[in-house]
């Protein structure tokens, strides 16, 4: 590493970009390069804005993920994050602190992930530092997207009587990193251990769904599933001071989800409400809407599952199960509570 | 830690801006508590993007800056970099990696100091980032700023016959460092030891002299200060591809360096060119306009210093001494050589 320098550094990573991303993306006017990025938008957009860190021994380690995908993830965490407020992800800056004793490979690699889900989003990396630590190597995106003026998709929004609903299956992250940790031993057919690693690993944050839901104006609130249902619905119930009741048979879990943790003798359920990382959406619409927007999403082939309703006032989730219904606690994905 | 929970982490740091920033600060439509800010620029008005971190042990030392002044400082990086590029700062995100052992304190300390300079330029954090590490404490700070449209202030078009300007005084955050560490038992006079440790330590960043750069449109190219000026120049020869010659007793030092660097018997221009983080603005005007500009600066009682020219093509920078002209290493403060 101290041969190449940082700028020799910067340079290499920043090649492994180009060569996928293209050199002139929309609205930079510059990028990578000088002591800022200068970026342009349209005069009727608004600009979304998040940041989110991954730090290696805390959110991934060498053996449940790839370099690779760690870039690829950490970018999908900040998209998914754009993608909640109906946002189109468009230009992010990466910091990274890294370890004295990394290789630059393995920053090529994080960065080739990084680069494959930009193309796929369409979206460029204008800028980012990069810094030394005695520490674990940590990744930061900053994203900023856009979204038409007015339109953005809050939390705080959710009217009683409107329906809950997500745009995918959940649980599939936390089985994916079940199986590559106290299950990894566990056979399974290929098609079944790529599905669960991919859900882990590859997360497909729903930019889709989300301007679909922007557009429609009739989306009263939405979240990304990035802590776990149950934590993203009480996010909502908070933020509305309404009560969420979902119905636990609803919440939709895909077959080999369902199949790993029987394999396993493990709860699904579990695992969609607190896992966490799928990345789907969970929000609320107008009762009368719902048909509009399933035929929406039905056009585009995604998902939207109606798995309760906003039941009355107070800040509150319960969930429906056969016999009873319980209140569903916060506690996701915390770090500073587990 | 544990017992207050991220989110109640988020609410206790969060309530230290509001006390001091308010609550709608200019541009705003959403700050922090959903998925993303939302925000809102001018439609004449380009966005100015950059992001910096520092590492505890790596940028800074509990012996060598107070937590509140690591706040100031981290955002004073950021605020320089928009100033470089002749913007003016607006929207923040902080990213803080947190070791287990920080008490709420440290962090409520780091954010007033955040809120303090937010303050000074009126910008507002709209959001971050806090996550666990078993490493330091990092802080990340993602900075927007906005400019003129074309009107920012780049690094490759310095042109021959172009003269060189500082907006300041150099070698003192090197002094004040050099204060708190290897000469930290000197005696000194309290003024001065104030003022050598407010350099390292609560640098200002130039926002209006950039402005005015920017808005003269005669300014041909830019740099902060933050790796020591031979670095700046460097940059600023590299991407222009112009050779750079300064004069060495034309570099501004103020009084109190020179008499700490002789009391010490250290030297300043070595301060100066190597030590970095005075987040001065080092740049280039046309030779005609040098007039104009100056008293523009005078307007305002800030320093314009000439202290060399563009003299020719190729990537180069040199430094003329009482008997004799050097070539300039570039080797300031880089992490990844020293």
Chains 1, 2 share one sequence.
């Not at 796929?120 to 940590?138: M, Q, R, W």
């Not at 769904?209 to 990304?224: F, K, V, Y």
Request: glycine letters at 10%.
């Amino acid at each position: 590493m101290r041969e190449i320098g940082e700028f020799g550094l910067i340079d290499r990573l920043a090649s492994r970009l180009k060569q996928r991303v293209g050199s002139h993306p929309s609205g930079v006017v510059i990028g990578i390069g000088d002591d800022t990025a200068v970026l342009e938008y349209q005069p009727d957009q608004q600009i979304v804005a998040t940041t989110d860190a991954l730090v290696e021994g805390v959110h991934f380690r060498k053996d449940t993920i790839t370099y690779h995908n760690v870039g690829y993830k950490a970018m999908a965490a900040s998209i998914s994050d754009v993608a909640a407020m109906g946002g189109r992800p468009q230009h992010g800056m990466i910091t990274m602190a890294i370890p004295a004793d990394i290789e630059v490979e393995t920053l090529e690699c994080i960065y080739d992930g990084i680069a494959e889900i930009c193309n796929e989003y369409d979206c460029a990396v204008v800028g980012g530092d990069i810094v030394k630590t005695d520490g674990p190597l940590l990744i930061n995106v900053a994203l900023l997207g856009t979204v038409e003026r007015g339109k953005a998709l809050l939390r705080s929004t959710a009217q009683v009587g409107d329906i809950v609903f997500v745009t995918g299956t959940l649980g599939g992250s936390a089985a994916g990193l079940a199986l590559r940790c106290q299950y990894k031993g566990t056979e399974l057919e290929q098609s079944m251990r790529d599905y669960l690693i991919g859900c882990h690993e590859r997360p497909t944050p729903q930019v889709t769904a989300g301007t679909l839901l922007a557009e429609s104006g009739i989306c009263t609130s939405c979240n990304d599933i990035s802590d776990g249902l149950a934590s993203e619905l009480h996010e909502i119930a908070a933020a509305s001071n309404v009560t969420i009741t979902i119905i636990e048979k609803h919440i939709p879990i895909h077959d080999y989800v369902r199949q790993f943790a029987s394999l396993t003798g493990s709860d699904p359920y579990s695992w969609a409400l607190y896992g966490g990382e799928d990345y789907q959406l969970v929000g609320t619409v107008h009762k009368q809407h719902v048909g509009a927007i399933q035929s929406k999403f039905q056009e585009h082939q995604i998902p939207f599952v109606v798995i309760g309703e906003v039941t009355g006032f107070g800040n509150k989730v319960l969930m429906a199960k056969e016999n009873e219904t319980i209140e569903l606690e916060k506690s996701g994905y915390n770090h500073f509570r587990t």
